[in-house]
């Protein structure tokens, strides 16, 4: 392992070696955002193939939609009902979770890389690189106790809690847009957004846990804020570039998407 985090370090070197020229003493943060980007290009494909799932999701909704009224009574058959539709259609319900899977190792890379004092029995020379007047391998707490919020280390963490909480308001807009017009394909007032696998007057009954899921799910882009907050600035620049490219990615994407493809296409607006 920490000859592979030697020869990741060595790769983070170089590319800051080629980028000095431009960004001078935040070459490393500048190879960090290259990167990241580099590492979304890899994923793109299985984007665009999760995608093509959530629109044949999207597709299936009337088929559900009489599901849900035959198995009204049993959520547990519906399930089973759903499942066995999505089978026949060659159609996974987790496609969504995919490219986000892909991405944690070079997230865990970067963390482990930029949280060690030592790579390879060496000092770890990386720390001491900058964006700006932040050190890559502090924290947002070690920015407050060195000038506090206002700081030259803490204005640098409040430029990234603005991209992320712009990049989360847009997501959670998208998303709250996804659930109220997904929710009269449903199957009726209440049943879309609506109150998990109950039954109420008239409501369809969703698959067991679904309701909860889709009312979590707008909010946990907000959830990138802490993440920003405690991990190491280095990983934490992974984050901001990579959920701005989600989200660029994924209204480019989806942009023709007849309504929201139920809990999949929303935990993606997430990461």
């Known amino acids: 392992m920490s000859a592979f985090m030697s020869l990741f370090a060595d790769l983070v070197g170089s590319i800051a070696d080629l980028l000095e020229p431009l960004f001078h003493a935040s070459a490393t943060a500048a190879a960090i955002v290259l990167f990241t980007a580099c590492v979304r290009l890899l994923v793109h494909p299985l984007s665009r193939a999760s995608a093509r799932g959530q629109k044949a999701r999207a597709k299936l909704s009337p088929q559900i939609t009489e599901l849900r009224k035959k198995h009204a009574k049993s959520p547990e058959k519906l399930q ?109 007032s209440g049943a879309g957004a609506g109150a998990g696998a109950g039954v109420g007057s008239g409501d369809a009954p969703q698959m067991p846990g679904m309701g909860a899921m889709t009312k979590v799910m707008p909010f946990m882009s907000f959830m990138t804020l802490f993440t920003v907050a405690f991990v190491p600035l280095a990983a934490a620049l992974y984050v901001v570039t990579s959920t701005t490219w989600s989200a660029v990615e994924r209204a480019v994407l989806y942009r023709d998407m007849p309504y929201g493809a139920g809990a999949g296409a929303l935990a993606a607006t997430a990461g």
């Open 80 to 188: 089973k009902a759903v499942m066995e539709l999505h089978r026949e259609e060659k159609v996974s319900p987790l496609s969504g979770c995919l490219p986000s899977l892909f991405q944690l190792p070079a997230f865990f890379l970067l963390y482990h890389l930029f949280s060690n004092s030592r790579i390879g029995g060496e000092a770890n020379e990386l720390l001491g690189h900058k964006l700006f007047d932040a050190p890559l391998g502090g924290r947002w707490a070690d920015a407050l106790a060195d000038g506090g919020v206002f700081g030259a280390q803490g204005l640098v963490y409040l430029g990234l809690f603005a991209i992320v909480a712009a990049v989360a308001t847009f997501n959670f807009r998208r998303a709250k847009r996804q659930m109220a017009m997904a929710a009269p394909a449903a199957g009726g």
